[in-house]
């Protein structure tokens, strides 16, 4: 059972350039999310999904975008890189939105931007 | 602002003594206090929880605790071993604007070592 995939593992970006973390989960959730870890830092929420068709932002937003156009795939899109976005980003996802549903992440993406 | 704080960066304990790991909150609409354990490139996985109606939850080796007045949880691990060496995170639920989906915040983390 693959639970979240988070593709690629590692990536380094030169400055202005833009690119899409892409993340699959196959547990069917209806909700998935966005975070970045910068280091020594807990994980924020960038951007989270309700189910297809459905985004809201999280609380570090600015410099991405997402779009949810099934229930398995929820990209992430950086448009014009910084280097402010380096971080280790990671998805997650779960059943529900409800308090006391733990959520479900992947083994992250290793983002460099230089 | 840290709504949820863990303050010790690092804890190194013994093999077979208790681990406890702390981790203080500001907002108290809190939902539900988690507590996520993290290996080096990996993902977090969820490990343990508590409502915050509840003063203790107990699941094999590891127990969180909670004091309300305090806005204090704590998380023992019993005994301790070398396998729970890993980043341990501290995170809270609450409503977005009120409404019915949570968001997750999370501390900064403690980074646990279980020496042989």
């Known amino acids: 059972n693959a639970g979240v995939t988070q593709t690629p593992k590692f990536r380094i970006l030169k400055i202005g350039q833009s690119m899409t973390l892409q993340c699959a989960q196959d547990?069917?959730?209806?909700?998935m999310y966005w975070y970045r870890q910068d280091p020594g830092m807990g994980l924020k929420l960038i951007y989270y999904?309700?189910?297809?068709?459905?985004?809201d932002k999280g609380e570090v937003p600015n410099g991405y975008n997402v779009s949810r156009s099934t229930t398995e795939d929820f990209p992430l899109r950086l448009e014009l890189a910084a280097p402010s976005q380096t971080s280790v980003y990671f998805c997650?996802?779960?059943?529900?939105?409800?308090?006391?549903?733990?959520?479900?992440f992947g083994d992250g993406t290793r983002l460099s931007i230089l | 602002d840290q709504q949820v704080k863990q303050n010790s960066p690092s804890l190194s304990v013994q093999e077979g003594r208790i681990s406890i790991l702390n981790c203080d909150y500001t907002?108290?609409?809190?939902?539900?206090f988690l507590w996520y354990k993290k290996y080096p490139a990996e993902g977090p996985t969820f490990l343990i929880s508590?409502?915050?109606?509840?003063d203790k939850n107990e699941d094999g080796r590891f127990t969180v605790f909670l004091n309300k007045s305090a806005k204090h949880l704590s998380l023992h691990i019993v005994p301790s071993q070398p396998g729970d060496s890993a980043v341990y995170f501290c995170?809270?639920?609450?409503?977005?604007?009120?409404?019915?989906?949570?968001?997750?915040?999370f501390g900064k983390g403690t980074l646990l070592t279980v020496n042989p």
């Open positions: 907002n108290s609409m809190f939902d539900y």
């Open positions: 999904s309700v189910g297809a068709g459905i985004t």
């Open positions: 547990m069917n959730h209806n909700y």
């Open positions: 995170a809270a639920t609450s409503s977005f604007s009120g409404g019915s989906n949570y968001k997750l915040t």
């Open positions: 508590i409502s915050s109606i509840k």
């Open positions: 997650a996802s779960s059943s529900q939105g409800r308090s006391n549903q733990p959520q479900h």
